[in-house]
């Protein structure tokens, strides 16, 4: 009896010890991986010294998304010219560069959607949408995004008249989505003016947090601790919100395609956008599903998102430099001659708010930073190399401040970029759209979203600093502040 009744006893005791015995043999197993990893990490950046990290979590704790990440960046761009590595956890080292000797080796050498994509599949899709971005294109668009600018200015009166400070980026960030709509799907959302917090806007603002979040959380660099994490979570329901948005898109165009095409309608369009070219070529090419909605969101997030970081710092930029943003006003109420629209031809009629927003750019870059993992050694130009396997960083905002390429950095001065002055410096030192073959498609349709706003903006109101909440720039996938980007406006009319 004493047997048997020992029995279950010894084989829990024999469970139990089995499961420790693997879960050590399992911990074990990932530490020796770690190890090797790092060994390998700090081989493969040898040959640049940088900053001290800790042995686990490297230089994590130096980022606390506080507002002052990036004064920590040009800190070290300082003490470690050209480039330096830095550390996310025990086993993940990035190169960081911020030259534009070192930029321009990296990006003019040849990662799915045109922001991640690799090989052929990124040659080919880059191809097929380049037609998609020609001026005849973009000619009409110009009219879209007045149309979508004016939507905000209206909504802003009140703040007009009451004084009162507000919140920039959530309204620019409803304004460039309204645009992107109507210019590159054919679709009148009417976002600016429904009620409640747009669930895309919401979407995308959670995906960027997230991303930094489990760059900055090395055990969610692992795919199934972060699956399993809250924060995988959250992560999986924004996108899902964010492909339902897009996929409905989808669908209704190609609901009335169908319809079209069994009516045996003729469209009567002087161009075809952005949904329509792959959705031809869908037909033509055999483009997948997956790869229609993968364009697609690529183009809905880098078409609103980034231009909505973008307009936001340079409102921001003209309220705090009054005797600038004057000149470009008086310039552009000569160019608009009492119109209440901004036409093609517009455009190149307004050099200086061109510099402006070009110096905002540089201040304040949309993106702060991009990378690229190589698939092949690299050397840079003082002979300096990095293996096949490693990840570069480059830091745009790192390059835009660089006090060896730019004289007082941080002054706003839009006469940097007078022609006489661009010919001066290296083409990459100023990349807000990256550079070289894999720069932004939609450079063109962001610049020139970039002077209607702006223009219409000036010539309706004055904008005006709020000293009493100074934006605290924080870099995630697009450049932020951590307590919103606040001005004050007063109308224009009201000083006449």
Known sequence: MQLYSSLPLSLESL??????????????????????????GIRSMEAFPGPPAHWLIGHVKEFRQDGHDLEKIMKWSGQYPFAFPLWFGPSLSILNIHHPSYVKTLLTTTGDGLLVSTGQKWFRHRRLLTP?????????????VSDSTKVMLDKWEVYGKS????????HVSLMTLDSIMKCAFSCNSNCQTDSGTNPYIQAVY??????NVRFRVFPYHSKAIFHLSPHGYKFRKAARIAHNHTAEVIRKRKEVLKIEEEQGIVKNKRYLD??????????QQGLSDEDIRAEVDT?????????ASGISWIFYNLACNPEHQEKCREEILQVLDGKDTVDWEDLNKIPYTTMCIKESLRLCPPVPGISRKLTKPLTFFDGRTV?????????????????????NPYLFDPLRFLPENVAERSPHAFVPFSAGPRNCIGQNFAMNEMKVAVALTLKKYRLIKDPQHIPKMIPQVVLRSLNGIHIKIKPVENDL
Do not use: Q
């Not at 293996?387 to 004289?407: D, F, K, L, Q, R």
């Open 163 to 170: 004084g009162e400070s507000f919140e920039l980026f959530k």
């Open 132 to 144: 998609g971005f020609h001026y005849d294109v973009l000619k009409p668009y110009v009219k879209l």
């Open 15 to 40: 469970s139990v010890n089995h499961v420790f015995a693997l879960a050590l043999l399992v911990c074990s197993a990932i530490v020796v991986k770690l190890l090797v990893m790092r060994r390998r």
């Open 299 to 307: 183009f809905m997030f880098e078409g609103h998102d980034t231009t």
């Open 274 to 283: 952005f949904l329509d070219i792959l959705l031809s070529d869908e037909h």
């Open 387 to 407: 293996p096949e396997g490693c990840t570069i960083g480059v830091s745009i905002y790192g390059i835009h401040m660089n006090a060896s390429v730019w004289e």
């Open 206 to 211: 959670d995906l960027c947090h997230l991303v």
